[in-house]
């Protein structure tokens, strides 16, 4: 591999990661909003007119465009790419987006690799933990490692296995995110946001997610049914408070679903 980066996609994470990996000129990049040439020129990053320019004698590759884009880009660069060079696929998109665009690049003699970034790109900057999956993740490791990645793992050969793990992470983290907005909405238009936090702080168990995950389940299947019409209420009291209660009302759909297979698998027995 040479020493040249290109990179496809100057957002945040482009930005971010030239930054702290004082890449300058090491890297040509390339974004389709000309605005950004400003941001490439701020951290020595080398400002391409086109994808074609950024990618000429480029080995290693980094793609970090929208999630909407990240096909797209593949489509329009692949071609472009230098025989041999590694696509490194670092948008958060589903495995099957991942795989179509593998399928563009290698068609045109370019290597696929699935990296998924398990963390905000700030704070983290280098120290940002990636998955990498694909048959040259190896290669690919040590190449991110050189532009100075300190947290890196191969997790397979499958494309599509590193972002496998970071989607199915996300209905977690991002359900989370979803169910505080609305608890807290709610919370505050009943006017007992402190409460409800206090009696969260006192209720919370040190597990781990596997305990936690394990210990959850059993409730749903054991308790669903009882814990889906509570959550109906839920969504009542929620309603009545001006608030759509869109992950409640689904949280009794999921519970319910737990309570009747768990009956159905104890008929069967």
Not at 100 to 114: L, N
Not at 155 to 180: F, H, P
């Amino acid at each position: 591999m040479t020493g040249l980066i290109a990179q496809i996609g100057f957002g945040e994470a482009g930005l971010t990661f030239a930054r702290a990996g004082g890449w300058r000129s090491r890297a040509r990049a390339y974004d389709i909003a000309p605005d950004r040439a400003a941001a490439m020129a701020e951290c020595g990053v080398a400002a391409a007119s086109s994808a074609s320019e950024a990618l000429a004698g480029a080995s290693l590759v980094l793609s970090l465009v929208t999630a909407d884009e990240a096909l797209a880009a593949a489509q329009t660069c692949a071609p472009l790419l230098d025989p041999g060079a590694i696509w490194c696929d670092m948008n958060s998109v589903a495995p099957e987006t991942k795989q179509a665009a593998a399928r563009v690049v290698e068609a045109a003699g370019g290597r696929f690799v699935d990296v998924a970034i398990l963390a905000p790109v700030n704070p983290a900057g280098m120290a940002a933990p990636l998955l990498l999956s694909g048959r040259c993740a190896a290669e690919a490791q040590d190449g991110l490692a050189a532009l100075g990645f300190s947290n890196i793992r191969v997790v397979g050969d499958a494309v599509g296995r590193a972002s496998a793990i970071k989607m199915i992470r996300s209905v977690m983290v991002k359900g989370i995110e979803a169910l505080t907005a609305e608890m807290i909405a709610a919370a505050e238009a009943a006017g007992v946001t402190d409460e409800v936090l206090a009696s969260l702080d006192a209720s919370e168990r040190p597990w781990g997610w596997g305990q936690r995950a394990q210990y959850n389940l059993e409730r749903m299947a054991t308790h669903g049914q009882r814990r889906a019409a509570e959550m109906e209420e839920v969504a009542r009291t929620l309603t009545a408070l001006g608030i759509e209660p869109i992950m409640s009302a689904a949280t009794a759909l999921r519970q319910r679903e737990a309570a009747s297979r768990a009956r159905k698998r104890k008929e069967i027995a």
